[in-house]
T-cell receptor
Framework: KQEVTQIPAALSVPEGENLVLNCSFT??????LQWFRQDPGKGLTSLLL?????REQTSGRLNASLDKSSGRSTLYIAASQPGDSATYLC???????????????FGGGTRVLVKP | SAVISQKPSRDICQRGTSLTIQCQVD?????MFWYRQQPGQSLTLIAT?????????ESGFVIDKFPISRPNLTFSTLTVSNMSPEDSSIYLC???????????FGQGTRLTVV
C-alpha cells in the first residue's frame, strides 16, 4: 500500500531557529512530491513541487530535498518567523500517472509553532 | 497559480439535509478533484471529476452520498447528501494547472452538521 508519513506530528521552535520537516513514503515509484502549508480552517497553499527527476527545489527561505531511494523528503525553513506557524503537509503523486494515478496521497501533516 | 473559488466557505447544517459546494476555476482544466479533511486528519480524495463523464470515486465513497456534477471545464459541484455529524469536515476542490504537475486547492468549505 502506498502511504505517506510525516513525523513529528507537532513541532515548536523559538523564532530564528531553522525548521526541519520530514516526509517519508513507502513506494519509490513517485511522479512528484509537493509540500503545502495550511492555516487553521483554511485551504492549502502550494509551497514547493519536486519532480521525481529532481533532488531539491528552493524558494526564498524554503528548501525541499528528495531522496527517492530512501523514500524521504525534507522541507527546510530557514530563520523561522512566527508567521511560519501553520500545518505543513507533504503529498505524493505515485506512478503510474493516468486515470488511477492522478491523485495525491497526503501525509498526516506537521503542526508547527514558532514562538516569538 | 490557478485561482480557485469555493462556495460556501463554511456552513452549519441540520442532519438529514444536503449541501452543495461549488468550485469555480479561472481557467479550463481537464480534471477536478474533491477531497475531504476530517477534524484533525489529513486529506482524503473523494472523487475525480472529468467534464462530460461520470466522476470516479475512491474506495469508501459512493455517488449516492457524494454526487458530483461537472458541466464544463471550469466548474464543478459536490453535494453532501443526507448529512450526519460524521460528515463534519473541510471539503476542498483541487486542480492541476497543467496536467500532472503542480496541484492547487480552493480555500475549502468548512461544514458542521448538527
Amino acid at each position: 500500500k502506498q502511504e505517506v508519513t510525516q513525523i513529528p506530528a507537532a513541532l515548536s521552535v523559538p523564532e530564528g531557529e531553522n525548521l526541519v520537516l520530514n516526509c517519508s513514503f513507502t513506494d519509490s515509484a513517485i511522479y512528484n512530491l509537493q509540500w503545502f502549508r495550511q492555516d487553521p480552517g483554511k485551504g492549502l497553499t502550494s509551497l514547493l513541487l519536486i519532480q521525481s527527476s529532481q533532488r531539491e527545489q528552493t524558494s526564498g527561505r524554503l528548501n525541499a530535498s528528495l531522496d527517492k531511494s530512501s523514500g524521504r523528503s525534507t522541507l527546510y525553513i530557514a530563520a523561522s518567523q512566527p508567521g511560519d506557524s501553520a500545518t505543513y503537509l507533504c503529498a505524493v503523486k505515485f506512478t503510474p500517472v493516468g486515470a488511477a494515478g492522478n491523485k495525491l496521497t497526503f501525509g498526516g501533516g506537521t503542526r508547527v509553532l514558532v514562538k516569538p | 497559480s490557478a485561482v480557485i473559488s469555493q462556495k460556501p466557505s463554511r456552513d452549519i447544517c441540520q442532519r438529514g439535509t444536503s449541501l452543495t459546494i461549488q468550485c469555480q476555476v479561472d481557467s479550463q482544466v481537464t480534471m477536478m478533484f474533491w477531497y475531504r479533511q476530517q477534524p484533525g486528519q489529513s486529506l482524503t480524495l473523494i472523487a475525480t471529476a472529468n467534464q462530460g463523464s461520470e466522476a470516479t470515486y475512491e474506495s469508501g465513497f459512493v455517488i449516492d452520498k457524494f454526487p458530483i456534477s461537472r458541466p464544463n471545464l471550469t466548474f464543478s459541484t459536490l453535494t453532501v447528501s443526507n448529512m450526519s455529524p460524521e460528515d463534519s469536515s473541510i471539503y476542498l476542490c483541487s486542480v492541476y494547472r497543467v496536467s500532472n504537475t503542480e496541484a492547487f486547492f480552493g480555500q475549502g468549505t468548512r461544514l458542521t452538521v448538527v
